[in-house]
């Protein structure tokens, strides 16, 4: 068995930690009795590290509970928020302020506040000798080999065009128990983006990742705020071109009572001859 290959412990998460510890940071990071690694509310993130108010000291380590079923990617997250830990231990030691990453240093790159010079550093240096962590610096479920895209179940995603000249528009994702309601969905677009049409799409559940999720009702929750997608076309069209994408259709086409106009189209003269 290859090093870093051994069986990960998906349910003893301060176990890992302390491997992974050991491991990959040589024993150097001393977080405290009372700090607790755990599943737990990360929001959109894969995981939260947790700061003592007023200080620079790591009190818990929040992790997707999404990731029980996705070792390799848990491990790789959970060593990826070691390294930010890492640095505010190194800030407290030396009162060093380089070690936060809060600024840009010169002659280094900077993404944003706690990605910087140290941080880089530090995953490409660990990359380097640890192949099979695959540390990237903004990690998203479901991307990469890290994950078994076998365990991610598919989603459906609603496709809204909102503005057809500026090529604009929304997706949503359905809730996973939510019914294929054509008429509610309509509903939606409408109310609330003026759109006639829209599509329903099946995806791949990772592609699903960003967009907001419908309550079971196909409604929007009260405090959402979706992001209106620029170019698109160009999205939903790679969205389809997708090698797991399937495109669902309506089901109720036809129920709808028919205009009047629609009526008389329908209308035989030979169906009443004999009044």
């Known amino acids: 068995m290859s090093f870093g290959a051994d069986p990960i412990a998906c349910n003893n998460l301060r176990a890992l930690f302390d491997l992974c510890n050991e491991r990959y940071f ?30 620079h000291t790591p009190c818990a380590m929040d ?38 990453d809060q600024a840009p240093l010169y002659g280094h790159l900077f993404i944003e506040p706690g990605i910087g010079a140290f ?13 099979e962590l695959g540390l990237t610096v903004k990690p998203r479920f479901g991307s990469g080999s890290l994950f078994d895209q076998r365990r991610i179940p598919t989603a459906r995603v609603l496709v809204v065009p909102v503005n057809a000249l500026a090529n604009t528009g929304i997706i949503y994702r359905l809730h996973d128990r939510a019914p294929t309601d054509w008429k509610r969905l309509r509903e939606t677009a409408w109310l609330h983006h003026g759109a006639h049409e829209v599509q ?53 086409i036809g129920t709808e009572p028919d205009t009047i106009s629609g009526q008389f189209a329908h209308w035989r003269p030979e169906a009443y001859s004999s009044y």
């Open 26 to 55: 040589n024993q150097a990071l001393r977080p405290g009795d009372n700090f607790t690694v755990r599943y737990g509310n990360t929001g959109h993130s894969l995981a939260r590290l947790r700061i003592g108010p007023g200080t």
């Open 63 to 100: 992790l997707s509970a999404r990731l029980k079923d996705h070792p390799l990617a848990l491990r790789s997250i959970l060593v990826r928020e070691m390294i930010p830990m890492l640095g505010r231990q190194c800030y407290r030691e030396t009162g060093d302020n380089r070690f936060l």
């Open 119 to 131: 941080f880089l550093a530090q995953m490409e240096h660990l990359n380097l000798a640890f192949p």
């Open 200 to 252: 329903l799409l099946k995806v791949a559940g990772a592609l699903a990742e960003t967009w907001p999720v419908l309550r079971k009702d196909n409604q929007p929750r009260a405090n959402q705020r979706p992001r209106l997608e620029d170019n698109f076309d160009l999205l939903v069209q790679e969205l389809r071109d997708h090698r797991l994408t399937a495109e669902l259709r309506a089901t109720d």
